[in-house]
């Protein structure tokens, strides 16, 4: 989703909601792709353009311990803020040091590009299919079957 910035929105000043609901590409190559859906809150004056909501999204990922397929269901804040004060060509540039986008009149702020980053950030590092995993019961010793024996030697000395 493209907003393109023009005189006729900053003149109308308008603030209104839009639905997001897009293939978000996770890495950028078409190789992971997740379906995302927001309404997204926009807002824009002379001077910026301010973009918030909650994007809810279903991630495609292989679990780490059983490598099964699923689906993981990712939720995250976009708060963006676009400054019109310039920028270099067609597209709005991100600005690292302040945390801003910046756009020129005409240019075009890619809010998927928002999208994409919130989600990329939201997902956890470690993919797991769930409770029941198989890989789970199998590597990851629980806390219901005791301590940790590695601890064993520990708790003796405590207990002298
Ligand atoms: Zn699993």
């Known amino acids: 989703m493209y907003l393109v910035v023009d005189e006729l929105l900053l003149k109308e000043r308008p603030s209104w909601t839009a639905r997001f609901d897009e293939l978000v590409d996770l890495e950028g190559d078409g190789s992971w792709c997740a379906r995302a859906v927001a309404d997204l809150s926009l807002t824009a004056d002379a001077q910026r353009v301010r ?10 990922r292989a679990c780490d311990l059983c490598l099964a397929h699923y689906l993981e269901t990712v939720r995250a804040s976009v708060g963006e803020l676009c400054l019109v004060d310039g920028g270099e060509g067609l597209e709005a540039s991100w600005d690292e040091d302040n945390e801003v986008w910046h756009v020129g009149l005409g240019g075009r702020i ?19 299919c769930g409770e029941n995993c198989v890989g789970a019961t199998l590597s ?21």
């Open 140 to 160: 990851e010793p629980r806390a219901e079957r005791g301590p940790d024996p590695r601890w064993a030697a520990l708790s003796r000395l405590r207990d002298v």
């Open 110 to 128: 890619d809010v998927t590009e928002m999208v994409r980053q919130a989600l990329v950030l939201a997902l956890p590092t470690a993919a797991r």
């Open 51 to 60: 973009v918030l909501g909650e994007v809810i999204a279903g991630a495609p």
